[in-house]
């Protein structure tokens, strides 16, 4: 078991671009989440998916994000156009059942630093 | 509105002693969970423990132990002998009725060759 896969790890960017990132989770997992960790605000649930279909995203910071899973194996959180304060770890979870109370397994998480 | 405390921001303890990270939360759910992630230098999230609502038995794994009461609602984490790859930063975890999990703000435990 590969376990969570995030892309890239380390993403530098101008303010005003768009940035992507990718998620694999874990196979069989029917939900995915997508977090947050500032030293600010600590982590953050941004919106989570079962069985593909956006469940809740009240955690989305504002209209530049958006997340999609187009199939159970792939998740891309998309930020545009990006801002120095969306600086932040970004990490991507998956759990058996749609709240993840059996504990999520996260992935390596991304460090993105908008410059 | 839920809520998990970690009072301890940061512990700084020398190897082999044992140490315990408090956690505290407030609730109003029935029914509901309650987690530790541990977070090390490295930066990823690692899952250590689940325990639901109606299960109060403690539990040991190895060095850890949890010790979970609802009486005072807490859900306090031992490491016993503690070693320098102990050292992360540990994360308390509710999850209930709102269908997220809430992290607490996370204790770093530094441990001190």
């Known amino acids: 078991d590969a376990g969570v896969i995030q892309s890239p790890r380390h993403e530098v960017t101008e303010m005003g671009q768009e940035v992507t990132l990718r998620c694999k989770p874990i196979?069989?997992?029917?939900?995915l989440f997508w977090y947050r960790q500032t030293m600010m605000r600590g982590l953050e649930l941004l919106i989570y998916f079962n069985n593909n279909v956006p469940i809740d995203d009240s955690g989305m910071p504002e209209d530049r994000f958006s997340a999609k899973m187009p199939n159970a194996s792939f998740s891309t959180l998309k930020i545009q156009p990006s801002e120095p304060r969306d600086s932040a770890v970004y990490f991507c979870a998956s759990s058996l059942d749609a709240l993840g109370f059996y504990g999520y397994t996260f992935g390596s998480g991304t460090r993105l630093t908008v410059v | 509105a839920q809520k998990v405390t970690q009072a301890q921001t940061e512990i700084s303890v020398v190897e082999k002693e044992d140490v315990t990270l408090d956690c505290v939360y407030e609730?109003?759910?029935?029914?509901?969970?309650l987690f530790w992630y541990k977070q090390p230098p490295s930066g990823e999230l690692v899952f250590l423990i689940r325990r639901n609502s109606f299960d109060e038995q403690n539990e040991i794994s190895g060095r850890y132990s949890w010790n979970f009461q609802k009486s005072t609602s807490s859900f306090n984490f031992t490491i016993t002998a503690s070693q320098v790859v102990d050292s992360a930063v540990y994360f308390c975890?509710?999850?209930?009725?709102?269908?997220?999990?809430?992290f607490g703000t996370g204790t770093l435990l530094a441990v001190q060759p």
């Open positions: 975890t509710y999850g209930g009725a709102t269908n997220k999990l809430i």
């Open positions: 609730t109003r759910d029935t029914t509901y969970y």
């Open positions: 196979s069989g997992h029917n939900s």
